[in-house]
């Protein structure tokens, strides 16, 4: 079968052929759209680690839009062209690009029910309601201590120099794991837990709000943790530092606490909803 050029997910590509007989502005455009369906920016999801001096290249790279475009389109069109969709790729003075995620790429979520079977989480059975509460009250105040760096406005840490352009933006580097919205999306959940805390009845619907909320977030700090040690970076390191945390391992263990609390405290209740 003779080989096809410029293919995408969505396109089979072009023959030779059909390549050739394209206007220069059409080959040069056609060049320039492959490029992106293929690469990216790496602050898309490349792991940054400052003190290692810049992205950890996991999914591969840096590409560099030349070699790129050479090498899928050099057999059918002469080096000038390459050049000016090279330009094109580049106008933005990013040179260092990171390859598009493939399906399969990544891990897909987990089938429904199995969601939290990874998760050391399970509710403590036969806890009187009373001592289930208050322990939720316990846990979420230490959590509330521990997150108040990442909730709170801060000045972002310096990028270190001599990165080049395709330094990510400050909150990528900071917010790798999880944004600052994410984690006032906990704060607001631990106020709300708090209130139904005080109620006689608490509604069970908020309370399994937060406990979503506490979950999905201990999910996106542990897998960024993952990531880094399959990528032979310190785990424990770096990125929180910029929110005034040393050790992100701590902010994974006060987020399972008190999801394994609330998973409790939901278990014990003994009135009808």
Same mark, same amino acid.
């Given at each position: 079968?003779?080989?096809? %050029?410029?293919a995408?997910e969505?396109?089979?590509?072009y023959?030779?052929t059909?390549?050739?007989r394209?206007?220069?502005t059409?080959?040069?455009e ?12 790496p602050?898309?999801?490349?792991? %940054? ?6 992205y950890i290249?996991?999914?591969g790279?840096?590409?560099e839009a030349?070699e790129?475009?050479?090498a899928?389109?050099?057999e ?6 390459i050049g000016?969709?090279a330009?094109?790729?580049?106008a933005?003075? #990013?040179?260092?690009w990171?390859?598009r +995620?493939?399906p399969?790429?990544?891990d897909?979520?987990?089938?429904e ?7 050391d989480?399970?509710?403590t059975p @036969?806890? +009187?309601? +009373?001592?289930?509460?208050a322990?939720?009250?316990?846990? =979420?105040e230490? #959590?509330?201590?521990?997150i108040r760096? #990442?909730?709170?406005?801060h000045s972002p840490?310096e990028?270190?120099p001599?990165i080049?352009? @395709?330094?990510?933006p +400050? ?5 790798e794991?999880?944004?600052?919205e994410?984690?006032r ?10 209130a139904e805390?005080?109620?006689?009845e608490?509604?069970l619907?908020?309370v399994?709000r937060g406990? @979503?909320v506490?979950?999905r977030? #201990?999910?996106a700090?542990g897998?960024?943790?993952r990531d880094r040690i @399959?990528?032979?970076i310190d ?6 530092i910029? %929110?005034?945390l040393?050790d992100?391992?701590t ?9 394994q609390?609330?998973?409790?405290? =939901?278990?014990s209740?003994p009135w009808?909803?």
């Amino acid at each position: 079968m003779a080989r096809r %050029y410029g293919a995408t997910e969505t396109f089979d590509g072009y023959t030779a052929t059909q390549f050739r007989r394209m206007k220069k502005t059409d080959r040069v455009e056609a060049m320039v759209e492959w490029f992106h369906a293929h690469f990216e920016d790496p602050a898309e999801r490349t792991p %940054y680690e400052s003190a290692e001096g810049g992205y950890i290249w996991i999914w591969g790279g840096p590409h560099e839009a030349t070699e790129e475009i050479e090498a899928e389109f050099g057999e059918v069109v002469d080096f000038e062209l390459i050049g000016k969709a090279a330009e094109k790729v580049q106008a933005d003075g #990013l040179f260092d690009w990171a390859p598009r +995620p493939k399906p399969g790429d990544y891990d897909e979520d987990p089938p429904e029910g199995e969601a939290d079977e990874d998760l050391d989480i399970a509710p403590t059975p @036969n806890v +009187p309601e +009373p001592e289930a509460r208050a322990d939720v009250l316990q846990r =979420i105040e230490a #959590l509330e201590q521990l997150i108040r760096p #990442l909730v709170e406005e801060h000045s972002p840490p310096e990028i270190l120099p001599g990165i080049g352009h @395709n330094q990510p933006p +400050p909150e990528f580097a900071i917010e790798e794991a999880v944004s600052r919205e994410e984690w006032r999306e906990v704060q607001a959940a631990i106020e709300e837990l708090r209130a139904e805390a005080t109620k006689p009845e608490p509604e069970l619907e908020v309370v399994e709000r937060g406990q @979503n909320v506490f979950v999905r977030v #201990l999910r996106a700090v542990g897998g960024w943790a993952r990531d880094r040690i @399959n990528a032979g970076i310190d785990a424990g390191g770096a990125v929180l530092i910029g %929110y005034g945390l040393a050790d992100p391992q701590t902010v994974i263990g006060a987020l399972t606490s008190v999801a394994q609390s609330v998973a409790t405290w =939901i278990s014990s209740m003994p009135w009808p909803f």
